[in-house]
Nanobody
Framework: QVLLVGSGGGSVQAGGSLRLSCAAS????????MAWFRQAPGKEREGVAY???RSSRTYVAGSAVSQDSAKNMVYLQMNSLTPEDTAMYYC??????????????????WGQGTQVTVSS
């Protein structure tokens, strides 16, 4: 059973940092594209960063996303947060390699989401 569990969200002040984690089980991240999306209230879900777990090639906010294949984990490091970063953050899996532009419908499994709230 494929399962993605996101964690690490919370409430921080503007300028702060958070590191989100995504624990994957039921498959090996090394042969997939793993991604972080976010969705703010009243807005569409948008891609934040993607990573080809085998090559560690990243897309979008490339430097923020990383992976640990040995632990089957994906991470999103967020620094200098602003209130505009407030959203529910989701990790997701795409079967195959990442593409420079991807949509939510390209991903077949999603985590439950972890809330990030940034206050001014």
């Amino acid at each position: 059973q494929v399962l993605l569990v996101g964690s690490g969200g919370g409430s921080v002040q503007a300028g702060g940092s958070l590191r989100l984690s995504c624990a994957a089980s039921g498959f090996t991240i090394s042969y997939n594209c793993m991604a972080w999306f976010r969705q703010a209230p009243g807005k569409e879900r948008e891609g934040v960063a993607y990573i080809d777990a085998r090559s560690s090639r990243t897309y979008v906010a490339g430097s923020a996303v990383s992976q640990d294949s040995a632990k089957n984990m994906v991470y999103l490091q967020m620094n200098s947060l602003t209130p505009e970063d407030t959203a529910m953050y989701y990790c997701a899996r795409h079967l195959g390699w990442c593409r420079p532009i991807m949509l939510p419908r390209d991903f077949d499994h999603w985590g439950q989401g972890t809330q990030v709230t940034v206050s001014s």
